[in-house]
């Protein structure tokens, strides 16, 4: 809950459309492995070591050790042998590897960034990543945004100049809210309909398809 509280948080500040993490937990049974390094992985071996496993595995470079994370979406994908195991360990220049599970999750943001601006609805999406966490876990998260939303925004607002585009309305006042009072500034002027500038937009599309509905059953 707290990685996914974390990731759906830093994809929110992003504009990501699609959000993920992996964690590797030691477990004797698991299907992935974590090969300890004391740097980080050369890029050679790591593109010869995932070009000879067809896509079964995923390989991340942590820059303490390699993870090698078993492909989910590979139909009929089956664990790493032994030998395999070893192979690769080797290959990558380790010298044991270590069985794991991989925990992750994915946060797909798509549809709500790319509706109509102002909806409100990565907000929504965001605030129910973050309701599994105690109070004090989201004022510890809260906290730790407050500076980083203020460095996006500089880098965003900088980077929009350069391009002259301007930015979207409702992800600048977003940032602005979380770098001046954290995730409780921006639900609080969410649910009073001012957090994003157009979400009374949504409300009116609202009203616009009751009619249209009504209209369509008389």
Do not use: C, W
Not at 16 to 24: A, D, E, I, P, V
Request: no cysteine; glycine share 10%.
């Amino acid at each position: 809950d707290r990685l996914a509280a974390a990731e759906a948080l830093r994809g929110y500040m992003t504009g990501q459309r699609g959000s993920t993490y992996n964690l590797q937990v030691p477990d004797r049974k698991g299907s992935g492995m974590m090969i300890p390094l004391e740097k980080k992985a050369d890029p050679e071996a790591m593109r010869l070591a995932s070009s000879m496993t067809d896509e079964d595995v995923f390989l991340a470079d942590t820059g303490q050790g390699t993870a090698v994370i078993l492909n989910p979406y590979k139909e009929g994908n089956q664990p790493l042998g032994g030998s395999e195991r070893k192979f690769l360990t080797d290959l990558l220049g380790g010298q044991t590897a270590v069985p794991t599970r991989n925990i992750s999750d994915y946060i797909d943001y798509s549809e709500a960034l790319t509706g109509p601006e102002g909806t409100g609805a990565a907000t929504r999406l965001l605030g129910e990543r973050l309701s599994p966490l105690s109070k004090a876990q989201q004022t510890r998260l809260s906290e730790a945004a407050q500076p980083v939303a203020g460095d996006v925004l500089d880098i965003m607002t900088k980077a929009h100049q350069r391009a002259e585009r301007p930015m979207r309305a409702d992800y600048a006042r977003a940032l602005e809210l979380i770098k001046r009072g954290g995730i409780p500034a921006l639900m609080a002027a969410l649910a009073a309909g001012e957090a994003l500038p157009a979400e009374l937009v949504s409300d009116l599309l609202g009203e616009r398809q009751t009619q249209k509905n009504t209209l369509e059953i008389e």
